[in-house]
């Protein structure tokens, strides 16, 4: 099955490109590197060409709420028009946990935009939701520093790993379409405040976690579960302790 992955080079394009490998698909890395740009369409009848699914997993280069509804809308609905083009039967998009639940959030509102879009195409497809992935704690810590300590939300957290969730959307790839949505998370649900408590713990880094119930998330206060899947989500087993272990990076 010849299955082009958008965003094929990134954290989990290139872990889904290699698990899809190893199960005999035919995985085609597009991305602008490899010729492929959505935003122009360049490229995307050549890659598309005899496809039978397309799984997006890009992302915005810019988090800022304008750049980020551009890049997803204009991406998304050249992709959807070169699919139909191109008679391409299931389109998988990653997404996020919690998306409708802080819609005042730039990046979650393009997000919904995306997914909009791509229920009304007409093409089958399947939305896999996410939580904040284990290679971005980090990068959420630096977000919410000011100054010497870190502010963080006692809102529920499950963060999970990026090869589970490439594992996640590869099984989606290989399925049927669900024309709806399945939603992944990390293997512990927790305090959002004591997850960073503990995290920078381990990091050995100086910096003080505050407790801040008006603390941001990129922009937004999230809520007791914004963040965090519903009931019958499929679980991760990987906990972040364990994978820090062997990724002492966090990268």
């Keep these: 099955m010849k299955i082009v992955v958008i ?20 995985a085609v890395v597009a991305a602008p590197s490899t010729g492929v740009n959505t935003l122009t369409g360049e490229g995307l009848a050549e890659v598309l060409a005899g496809a039978q ?59 919904i935009a995306q997914e909009q879009l791509i229920e009304k195409s007409g093409i089958p497809f399947s939305l896999v939701h996410a939580t904040q992935f284990f290679e971005f704690v980090r990068a959420i810590a630096d977000e919410a520093t000011d100054g010497d300590t870190v502010r963080i939300a006692p809102v529920r957290f499950q963060p999970i790993a990026g090869e589970e969730v490439a594992q996640a959307v590869g099984r989606v790839a290989v399925g049927e379409p669900l024309n709806g949505r399945i939603e ?36 937004s206060v999230p809520g007791e579960r914004t963040l965090v899947p519903g009931e019958g989500a499929i679980l991760g087993t990987i906990h972040y302790r364990d994978w820090l272990d062997r990724t002492p990076t966090g990268q």
């Design 7 to 26: 965003g094929g080079t990134g954290l989990i394009g290139s872990k889904l490109v290699a698990k899809l490998a190893e199960q005999g698909q035919e």
């Design 53 to 111: 699914v397309v799984v997006d997993v890009s992302n915005s280069p810019s988090f800022e709420p304008a750049a980020v509804m551009e890049f997803f809308e204009t991406s998304t609905r050249n992709l959807l028009a070169a699919e139909a083009a191109a008679g391409v039967g299931h389109h998988v998009a990653l997404s996020v946990v919690g998306t409708e639940r802080m819609p005042d959030n730039g990046y979650f509102a393009a997000k």
């Design 184 to 219: 992944v998370g990390g293997p512990d649900d927790v305090r959002m405040d004591e997850f960073f408590r503990d995290a920078l713990a381990a990091w050995a880094d100086p910096r003080t976690v505050v407790t801040d119930p008006q603390a941001r998330y990129y922009g």
